[in-house]
């Protein structure tokens, strides 16, 4: 079965203090990875997605990578705009996502 | 502009009266799919869709139907609502299964009194 998790379960930063969200997931045949973002009272926003190993997306101060049993996202010098909650979900060889708890980020000023 | 939308955005009923949330994608995606969020749980998926009259059960099924007599809409029916059904539910959709970036409406909240 597969499985997502997701860490940490919360994360407070200080503005411009780097961190990184884990999320660490067993597949069978790993269709595809993805990073999304969620704002409280909205539907998840798309982010990235990874297909393969050592595949890394950018975008803004926003960083993700893929191994094969883990994927990270960076996040370089945040503002407050960037708190929210960040959701991982994996697609297998079937058509579903199975998505993560979610790791809620707080940056504060 | 591009946009999945889900109606009502709010609902309040109560036990056992039949309901349904309309979801409807203006960009031409084949896969469609509906989720509920809950706390401590995160997104689970009820039904998906992976074209006209295409159907099949997510993870969460039990208590909900679909159908999908056009592409671009997409309904969720609660035929009897119980009090666990009251979530956070979202409708997605996405080009196709193969890349599935999917693209979410901005939620329905609803509560079984």
């Known amino acids: 079965e597969d499985q997502v998790t997701q860490s940490p379960e919360a994360l407070r930063l200080q503005e411009g203090e780097s961190s990184s969200l884990n999320c660490s997931y067993t597949?069978?045949?790993?269709?595809?990875l993805f990073w999304y973002r969620q704002d409280p009272g909205k539907g998840p926003e798309f982010l990235f997605t990874l297909y393969s190993a050592g595949e890394e997306k950018e975008k803004e101060r926003l960083k993700a990578t893929l191994t094969k049993k883990e994927s990270f996202l960076h996040i370089t010098a945040p503002k407050p705009e960037d708190s929210a909650t960040y959701l991982c979900a994996v697609q297998n060889s079937g058509y579903a996502l199975n998505f993560g708890k979610g790791t809620s980020l707080l940056v504060t000023p | 502009e591009a946009q999945v939308t889900q109606n009502p955005r709010y609902l309040i009923t109560v036990t056992g009266k039949k309901l349904t949330v309309t979801c409807s994608q203006n960009?031409?995606?084949?896969?469609m799919s509906w989720y509920r969020q809950d706390p401590g749980l995160g997104l689970r998926q009820i039904y998906y869709?992976?074209?006209?009259?295409?159907?099949d059960k997510g993870d969460v099924p039990e208590g909900y139907k679909v159908s999908r007599k056009e592409k671009r809409n997409f309904p969720l029916i609660l035929e009897s609502p119980s009090p666990n059904q009251t979530s956070l539910y979202f409708c997605a959709s996405s080009l196709g299964v193969t890349k599935n970036i999917q693209y979410f409406g901005a939620g329905t909240r609803l509560s079984v009194l």
């Open positions: 960009m031409n995606h084949e896969y």
């Open positions: 597949v069978s045949g790993l269709r595809g």
């Open positions: 869709s992976m074209n006209v009259e295409v159907t």
